[in-house]
């Protein structure tokens, strides 16, 4: 059997997050919500007439868009990674696409491969509000100290228990994450917040955003970001941010 490793780019506005979800549906149609996960499966299985299943770096959340998502599958098709790529290109929705697919090693596996990965979080912030990039960003009209940001989110730096970042889960996790590099800059009236980690906790990236938007904004004082840190309950921080500010930049390996 084949490893093939695709490096897929989407805009995930209308999507559940990546991963299936049979047991969620709509409350308004009743159907099951769509899933990035799902739509390539199933050009997958019209290209190879067998039922594969994807192994992605992680699953990102509804609405979270990623420029460069890693999944790889097993196949024992014959077809080169080329064809591959350009056939399932043809039958994914226009907010989907391969950018890459690779023969991968035998060991490799998207997730359990990885040493980090790399998310975004975009803030729109001037005055008018956005018409054409409404669904990639988060807009805020106000000033914000990126001084106070940058000092505040070098705290984060390093292995922490992040539990005052981590929104209610299914699942009992443990909290404790590595930050490997934590970046806030100003590009024109973009302010992006990139932050590289061993793994991420449910909603952890939105809230650490979230977060700093509120030191920005003065509503929380310089210091704050280390008390919140050591509290380990999530009320101390700040609000959770919309999620379509949120992207999936890279997978380190």
């Known amino acids: 059997m084949r490893n093939i490793k695709l490096t897929i780019e989407y805009d ?3 999507y559940a997050g990546w991963q299936v979800q049979n047991s969620h549906k709509s409350q308004v149609t009743g159907h099951n919500l769509k ?38 599958f097993r196949t024992g ?33 998207s997730r ?24 990639a960003v988060y807009f805020y009209p106000y000033p914000l100290n990126l001084k106070l940001m940058r000092k505040e989110a070098r705290v984060l730096l390093g292995r922490h228990d992040f539990k005052s970042f ?36 449910y909603n952890m990236a939105r809230n650490i955003a979230g977060t700093l938007v509120e030191i920005g904004r003065g509503r929380f004082p310089e210091g704050s970001m280390k008390t919140i840190l050591l509290a380990k309950n999530r009320k101390f921080a700040g609000p959770t941010l919309p999620a379509k500010g949120l992207c999936l930049l890279k997978v380190m390996y």
Do not use: C, W
């Not at 390539?40 to 420029?67: C, F, N, P, Q």
């Not at 934590?182 to 061993?198: C, N, P, Q, S, Y």
């Open 77 to 109: 098709s014959r077809l080169t990674p080329d064809k591959l790529r350009i056939g399932l290109n043809a039958l994914l929705p226009e907010d989907i696409s391969v950018l890459e697919a690779e023969e991968a090693q035998e060991a490799f596996h």
């Open 112 to 135: 359990f491969s990885a040493k980090s990965k790399v998310y975004r979080y975009t803030i729109l912030n001037r005055s008018a509000k956005p018409a054409i990039l409404r669904q």
């Open 12 to 14: 995930g506005t209308r």
């Open 35 to 72: 899933t990035i996960q799902h739509e390539i499966e199933t050009a997958l299985y019209k290209m190879l007439h067998k039922k594969i299943y994807l192994h992605a770096s992680g699953r990102t959340d509804a609405g979270v868009h990623a420029r460069a998502q890693v999944a790889n």
């Open 166 to 201: 981590q929104a209610a889960d299914k699942r009992k996790r443990g909290a404790v994450r590595r930050i490997k590099r934590v970046e806030v800059k100003r590009d024109k009236e973009f302010i992006h917040i990139d932050l590289e980690a061993e793994g991420f906790l």
